[in-house]
Structure formats: structure tokens, C-alpha cells
């Protein structure tokens, strides 16, 4: 638009003296007027109007090119911002989808890592721990997490309960497959072999997923045996005709029984409070407690022979003072039993209570109130037993014998244990009833319960003695565990000290019959032999 305007200055102009020398020589040149010719004047109203018309088209040729553009800017705007929210929401969903896929792999570690521990081996568990966090790291994004997490199930419940497969090879080259199954027994025979290829025939059976019972055949083929000058017709065959060869049909031998039934548990407790510059009070205590239960039992037609070792050691610190002895329990029972009939059997027990170092009562630390054997109690009974079940034992001795020894009466107070002037040993005859239970009250929970009820027939047989012990553990993986325990003791022979708080301090004002608790939450670390 701007040279067109230029052109048609340029054109007036130019045009413009053109027409004044025109009109001069029309008309006289007069000072004080200037003189057109009609033609002209048209033709310059032609050219202003012209140009008038040409800046209205293009005043609306800039206004609907604005219009145009306004309305592009606005749809690229509008796409823009489509674009932004689309940006934004994928960014959400890619978000979401990475903590989504976060969580399920670290569920499926956890959830996954409790049956590494199945496996026998340490390497191969170490192994598959490594596979299980690079599988299922935090990082990583899979189509089919689920049919994956089924998949390293599947693997590690092969690896834990399926196969081992071996292959023997003889001195000729032979082979077989042999495959050892947990809880499963297959038999092979199988030849082996020496240089000269004299053979002797074996079987080989797979007691569990790492044993193998083998035992040579009947049939020994010892060719070394014969002399070299032997001919052929020394040999006589029992069949000539081949159709007339049979197989003889032999029993498999059975593998020795397994009489003894050997196993041990260790577990160590550590239960802590720490306290800084906390407001509301409190002193910081650490307590440690181990126990150890080892059994060995006998089985071998009807009789039964039942051997347990317990022993429990505990020691605690608190605030500004020193180790003290917090437990201590060595406990070995013995029972040899016959089968009766069904579940019931004849049992004849003995047992033996006692503690390995000395006990105080605290505050007093300078004067021991029990040490070994002091004291000591040692169990006699013989009644019968009821075993409906592995997990749970019912006894009842109606001829049962106790005796609480007390072979130190010089540092020990004897009447602590209700011995009378004059003994060291007090004699119990009555009845005892004792029972034992565990089950799994829900997943990763055991239960463990053992109740002792003792009535003594000679003095006041309505006064029950009670032992009753229970242990919850809350297992977290194959070592790591949580203990809730509890210990509940009542003997009416026994007086405990009684103590009352006087100006901030606990003064012995007598001594009773009480009932003795013991409760304990910790973490444990459990180990079996």
C-alpha cells in the first residue's frame, strides 16, 4: 500500500506543472488565481477518488488479514494449551503408574524374600536375593508384573520342594538319571564298573533332597573270580532257550529306620530403652536373655524315650547401675514311655529344676538368696500319657514325687523354700498333671504353652502348685523373630519377701505366699541346630 500511495505522489507531481503550463497558455497567468481546465480538475477528482477507494480496499484487506490472524492466534493457543494438559496429564500418569509399579515391587520383595528361605543352600539363597531385587527393583517397569511375581514363586518353590537331578556314568560309559525329591523316595539299579568291566549291580534309593541310601545287590557278577584257562562250557547256563530266561523279582531292601530324633533351637532376646533429655522422665535399661532347648528321643517299636535340655540365662542394666541377673532356669526332663493302646502310652518321668549362678534381692546385693542346686527340685512321677497329636502332649502322674533340695543351708535361707529346721531336703508325694501345646494361631504367629499342676497328697492336697509358661513368637523371617513370654509360678511352700515404699525407699515389712509373674517382649534372633 505504501508504494502505491508513493507512486501517486510522484505522479501528482509530475503531472501537476504539466497541467499549469497547459493552463497558462489557455489562459493569462493572473497573480492572484490559479486556472484549471475543466478535463483536468475531472481528472484529478478521478485520481483522489481512485485513491481513496484504493486505501479502503486495502484498510479492509489489513482488517480481515488481522481477523484472520486473530482467530489462527487463538486456535494455536487453545492447541497450545491442549497440548500443555496432555504434557501435564501424562506426566501425572507416568507418575502414578511409577509409584503404582514402586509399591507392587517392593510388596513382592517382601512377600517373596520369606521363601528364599526355604531353600537349602546359602549360595544359592544369596543368589536368588540378588535376582529378587534387580527382578522387582524400585526402578523397574514390567507389562505382566503379577505373571512375573507367580513366575519367581513357582522358581523358588521348585528350588525349595522340587528335584535335584544327577546323572551317574560307569567305566563303560553308561549313564542313568537318579533324581532326588524332597519327601519323596525313587530306587534305580544301576551298574558300575571297573577297567577290566567287571560290574556289580547296586541300588540307590533318595531318601530326601540330600540323602541317598545305596546298597549292593544279591547278584553279584564277579568275573575276576573265575580262573583265565576257563572254557566257555564250564559256565552252565540254567536256560538255553532264550525264551526260557526270566527275571527273578527281589524285594527292595528298606533303608535302616531312623531311631534317634536329635535337634536344638537357640535364641538370643535383646530388649532396649533409651532415653535423652526426655521431659516426662524415665531411665534407660537394656536387657539380654538367651535360650537354648536342645532334645534327643528314642523311637524304636513301642518304646519311647523323650529327652529335653532346657536352659535360660537373662541379664539386664538399667540407668546408674550394674548387670543384674534377670533369669535363670536349667530344666532337664526325661521320660521313658510304652505304648499302651491308640495314642495312650505308660510313662515313667524324672526331672531336675535348678540355677547356674547366684540371686539377689535387690537392693541388697551382698547376700544371695538362691545360687545352684539351692535350690534344687527334682521330679519323680509315673502315670499315663495322651498324644492325640504332634503338638500336643496331656500327662497325669496320680504316683508323682517332688523334692526341693537345698544343699547350701549356710549362705541360703532354707525357709525361703518352706524346709523345716534340721533338713536340706523336703519331701512331696502326690499327684501332678501336665500338659503341652503349639499351634499357629495365624500366619508367622506361634503359640507355645506347657502348664505343671502338683498337689501334694500329705499336706493341705487342695493347695495346687502351678508352673504355666507361655511364648508367642511373631516371626518375621527365618532368624528374625518377636517374643512375647510369659511365667507364672505359684508354690505354697515357698514365702517371698514382702516390701513396702517408706520416704522413697522399698522396706521389707514381712514375708507370704505370692504369685510369681514374669512378662518379657523383645527381639529375637533364632537359630536351629
Known sequence: MEKRLVSCLIFIILFVPLLAGSWQQVRPASPDTIRLSVDSLRHLLRIKDSLLLQNTLDSLFLASRVHILEKEKDSLTQTYRELLLQMHTDSVNRNRAARTAMEF????????????????????????????????????????????????????????????????????????????????????AFFVMNSRLDSAKIFMRSLNKNTVYIWVGDDLMLTQLLKRTASPEMIRPHHKELDQITIQKKKVPQYPPQLWDLGSEFNLLVSQVAFS???????????????????????KGHIRWYNTFQYTQGIQKQELQTFRKSQDRIEIKSSFNHKAFQNYEYSLGVGILTQTFKGYAYPNDSIPVSKFMAPGIFTLNLGMEYRPEKNLKLKFS????????VLDTVMINKKRYGLKPGQRIRPELGAQFYGEY???????????????????????????????????????????????????IYDDDILLPLYEVQDGRKVKVGEGKRIQFLESLAVGFKFYL
Open 438 to 488: 503349639k499351634t499357629v494361631l495365624f500366619k508367622n504367629v506361634n503359640m507355645f504353652t506347657q502348664l505343671t499342676l502338683f498337689s501334694n497328697y500329705m499336706y493341705h492336697p487342695e493347695k495346687i502348685d502351678v508352673d504355666w509358661r507361655m511364648i508367642l513368637d511373631l516371626k518375621v523371617n527365618k532368624y528374625l523373630t518377636t517374643r512375647i513370654k510369659t511365667h507364672l
Open 105 to 188: 515391587n517392593r510388596d513382592a520383595r517382601w512377600s517373596l524374600r520369606d521363601s528364599i528361605y526355604l531353600i537349602d543352600k546359602d549360595s544359592l539363597r544369596r543368589s536368588i536375593g540378588r535376582l529378587l531385587d534387580e527382578v522387582f527393583d524400585d526402578s523397574t517397569r514390567t507389562r505382566s508384573p503379577e505373571r512375573l511375581r507367580f513366575s519367581m514363586f513357582q522358581l523358588m518353590n521348585h528350588l525349595a520342594n522340587d528335584s535335584i537331578y544327577l546323572k551317574f556314568l560307569n567305566a563303560r560309559q553308561d549313564t542313568i538319571p537318579f533324581v532326588l525329591k524332597k519327601g519323596k523316595m525313587d530306587s534305580v
Open 277 to 299: 533429655h526426655w521431659a516426662k522422665g524415665g531411665n534407660s535399661s537394656i536387657a539380654f536373655t538367651s535360650d537354648i532347648k536342645t532334645r534327643a528321643n528314642f523311637k
Open 398 to 405: 496320680p504316683a508323682a514325687s517332688k523334692f526341693t533340695a
